[in-house]
């Protein structure tokens, strides 16, 4: 080969080589994102781009773990599951108060008032020591001599234990002076001193029952004598600013003080007993009218406002609106239920009780997770009214009523709610839409994702459906959930929850661009799920 040949063929592979090299430097790097404790609940106040990436746009009947994994939740079963029944007979029935109450003795029971054909009746199950509340047998009715003839859904009956009896007060469209049951007998009038005033509101408070909620003196709080719940004196009252055009809505005894809640304000009442009593303003433009949805939750006070607000509430001069991340859902609320509205402490959690536009009785529920500080909403549990109890093993349980009349327990070990139409449970987890702009303001693709989640005992499948650029539905992966990895080191999360079972990982390629990507985790079956978390591949294609 001639010389000016040979200074040819070593051009062209240097050329070709320069190439080459070009294209190589030419090329990104595949990016690896990570999402694990996903708590931050949900947020639809702000643009679903916008939100943070631990966030939820969307979310229903999840709840977060303490280790920050999303779990669906359990369902719940019907009291009693055999023969399934509702807490009292009748042609229209409606749970209207629930409460457990506990005697002095340990005794124990479930307390159910009913809206029983337009009347007033009450039923109990009985709490038995090592084996909790008979999930078989039909509710005891307890015998009456002066409950109202004429009550409806919307006379919601409030309850205090004072001096071992159970307390109970209730609207009624002619006025009703309280009650009071002690497990024997028939429910009787509080007493049968002429002073005392009709309520619908009722707070035991450094032993006085206090009373409100008075048709004819709104805004008038009475109170018992010291010691003695039976015993009232008509000049013992006071009056907080009459005629402001709002009536008192709730009493609650916290902070060594008793807080009463009117529409639009809350007062402190201190001292101990007439002489000392002294009363103060603490909130102004802020009040509830559900006394049903104030309830104390490590430490602070919650409660719903007029307009379906959630507050939380520490006894001084300022509040904390903590509904605002979740402003589109408070909004899609039916406003004119606000005095309806139920609150529940349970598992040092706050949960509520509200209802969609249109509907009339509580269909939607509100958890707010206090660890966290994080939303998230249950669909398909509808409380009329809860409380909480103890199952055989004495830890709390969730005891709840409906519209229909069944009383129910949460939660319970299956993936269907109730045993009446026993519905599977819906649940779902959608991430925000996530950009990537940190890696290039150019077209993006989608390349992987690697989910990790918990085996379930009997099996389950778990769908991803993998979205791009606002699609409805995208790329929709399958997740099994069958018992096949290893087992998880439950030091770093909740080894209560998730002791003996084990990882899954599941790796698939989604291929999608390329702009914007989201993932809905989710499944409609009477299985579980528990998602630890999931990691995305984004493949940039030029540089910024």
């Given at each position: 080969?001639?010389?000016?040949?040979?200074?040819?063929?070593?051009?062209?592979?240097?050329?070709?080589?320069?190439?080459?090299?070009?294209?190589?430097?030419?090329?990104?790097?595949?990016?690896?994102?990570?999402?694990?404790?996903?708590?931050?609940?949900?947020?639809?106040?702000?643009?679903?781009?916008?939100?943070?990436?631990?966030?939820?746009?969307?979310?229903?009947?999840?709840?977060?773990?303490?280790?920050?994994?999303?779990?669906?939740?359990?369902?719940?079963?019907?009291?009693?599951?055999?023969?399934?029944?509702?807490?009292?007979?009748?042609?229209?029935?409606?749970?209207?108060?629930?409460?457990?109450?506990?005697?002095?003795?340990?005794?124990?029971?479930?307390?159910?008032?009913?809206?029983?054909?337009?009347?007033?009746?009450?039923?109990?199950?009985?709490?038995?020591?090592?084996?909790?509340?008979?999930?078989?047998?039909?509710?005891?009715?307890?015998?009456?001599?002066?409950?109202?003839?004429?009550?409806?859904?919307?006379?919601?009956?409030?309850?205090?234990?004072?001096?071992?009896?159970?307390?109970?007060?209730?609207?009624?469209?002619?006025?009703?002076?309280?009650?009071?049951?002690?497990?024997?007998?028939?429910?009787?009038?509080?007493?049968?001193?002429?002073?005392?005033?009709?309520?619908?509101?009722?707070?035991?408070?450094?032993?006085?029952?206090?009373?409100?909620?008075?048709?004819?003196?709104?805004?008038?709080?009475?109170?018992?004598?010291?010691?003695?719940?039976?015993?009232?004196?008509?000049?013992?009252?006071?009056?907080?600013?009459?005629?402001?055009?709002?009536?008192?809505?709730?009493?609650?005894?916290?902070?060594?003080?008793?807080?009463?809640?009117?529409?639009?304000?809350?007062?402190?009442?201190?001292?101990y007993e007439r002489d000392t009593f002294t009363l103060e303003k603490m909130v102004d433009g802020v009040g509830t009218k559900s006394q049903q949805s104030i309830k104390s939750v490590r430490g602070?006070?919650?409660?719903?406002?007029?307009?379906?607000?959630?507050?939380?509430?520490?006894?001084?001069?300022?509040?904390?609106?903590?509904?605002?991340?979740?402003?589109?859902?408070?909004?899609?609320?039916?406003?004119?239920?606000?005095?309806?509205?139920?609150?529940?402490?349970?598992?040092?959690?706050?949960?509520?009780?509200?209802?969609?536009?249109?509907?009339?009785?509580?269909?939607?529920?509100?958890?707010?997770?206090?660890?966290?500080?994080?939303?998230?909403?249950?669909?398909?549990?509808?409380?009329?009214?809860?409380?909480?109890?103890?199952?055989?093993?004495?830890?709390?349980?969730?005891?709840?009523?409906?519209?229909?009349?069944?009383?129910?327990?949460?939660?319970?070990?299956?993936?269907?709610?109730?045993?009446?139409?026993?519905?599977?449970i819906n649940a779902y987890y959608q991430t925000k839409w996530f950009r990537y702009s940190d890696l290039s303001l150019g077209d993006k693709y989608w390349r992987t994702l690697k989910t990790y989640?918990?085996?379930?005992?009997?099996?389950?499948?778990?769908?991803?459906?993998?979205?791009?650029?606002?699609?409805?539905?995208?790329?929709?992966?399958?997740?099994?959930?069958?018992?096949?990895?290893?087992?998880?080191?439950?030091?770093?999360?909740?080894?209560?929850?998730?002791?003996?079972?084990?990882?899954?990982?599941?790796?698939?390629?989604i291929e999608k661009g390329t702009d914007m990507f989201q993932i809905k985790y989710y499944n409609t079956a009477t299985e579980g799920f528990t998602i630890l978390g999931f990691t995305t591949t984004?493949?940039?294609?030029?540089?910024?």
């Amino acid at each position: 080969m001639d010389l000016k040949r040979r200074i040819l063929v070593v051009l062209s592979v240097c050329l070709v080589s320069l190439l080459i090299t070009a294209n190589v430097f030419c090329q990104l790097p595949w990016h690896k994102a990570s999402y694990f404790k996903n708590f931050g609940g949900l947020n639809d106040n702000i643009s679903s781009i916008e939100i943070a990436d631990n966030e939820a746009s969307d979310i229903q009947n999840i709840i977060f773990d303490t280790g920050g994994a999303l779990t669906k939740r359990k369902g719940y079963r019907t009291i009693p599951i055999q023969p399934v029944s509702k807490s009292s007979t009748g042609t229209n029935v409606s749970v209207t108060g629930l409460s457990w109450y506990t005697k002095k003795n340990n005794d124990r029971y479930l307390v159910a008032l009913q809206n029983k054909d337009s009347s007033l009746w009450a039923t109990y199950k009985q709490f038995a020591t090592g084996s909790g509340i008979a999930l078989t047998g039909s509710w005891v009715n307890i015998e009456f001599t002066s409950f109202p003839t004429s009550h409806n859904d919307s006379y919601l009956v409030d309850f205090a234990t004072a001096e071992d009896w159970l307390v109970m007060t209730t609207p009624s469209s002619t006025g009703s002076t309280p009650y009071r049951w002690n497990a024997t007998g028939t429910v009787i009038a509080l007493t049968g001193d002429t002073d005392v005033p009709e309520a619908t509101i009722c707070e035991y408070h450094k032993n006085h029952l206090f009373l409100a909620g008075n048709t004819d003196n709104p805004s008038r709080v009475y109170f018992s004598g010291l010691d003695d719940i039976t015993d009232f004196t008509a000049t013992d009252y006071f009056d907080i600013e009459t005629n402001d055009g709002s009536e008192i809505r709730g009493l609650f005894s916290a902070y060594n003080a008793l807080y009463i809640f009117k529409d639009n304000s809350i007062w402190r009442l201190g001292g101990y007993e007439r002489d000392t009593f002294t009363l103060e303003k603490m909130v102004d433009g802020v009040g509830t009218k559900s006394q049903q949805s104030i309830k104390s939750v490590r430490g602070s006070i919650y409660f719903t406002t007029k307009d379906n607000d959630i507050v939380r509430y520490t006894g001084g001069y300022s509040i904390e609106y903590i509904s605002t991340k979740i402003s589109n859902t408070i909004d899609s609320f039916n406003y004119s239920r606000a005095p309806y509205s139920t609150g529940l402490s349970f598992e040092n959690n706050y949960y509520v009780a509200m209802s969609t536009a249109g509907s009339g009785t509580n269909d939607r529920v509100l958890l707010f997770d206090t660890s966290f500080d994080a939303w998230s909403k249950f669909k398909g549990m509808d409380p009329s009214a809860w409380c909480v109890g103890e199952d055989s093993t004495d830890k709390p349980l969730m005891l709840f009523g409906d519209a229909d009349g069944y009383v129910h327990y949460y939660p319970a070990d299956v993936y269907y709610d109730g045993d009446v139409a026993t519905p599977s449970i819906n649940a779902y987890y959608q991430t925000k839409w996530f950009r990537y702009s940190d890696l290039s303001l150019g077209d993006k693709y989608w390349r992987t994702l690697k989910t990790y989640a918990l085996t379930e005992d009997e099996g389950g499948t778990l769908y991803a459906d993998c979205k791009s650029d606002y699609e409805a539905t995208g790329t929709v992966l399958t997740i099994d959930l069958q018992s096949q990895g290893s087992l998880w080191d439950v030091m770093v999360w909740d080894v209560d929850l998730w002791g003996g079972q084990t990882l899954t990982i599941d790796r698939q390629e989604i291929e999608k661009g390329t702009d914007m990507f989201q993932i809905k985790y989710y499944n409609t079956a009477t299985e579980g799920f528990t998602i630890l978390g999931f990691t995305t591949t984004i493949e940039p294609t030029e540089r910024d």
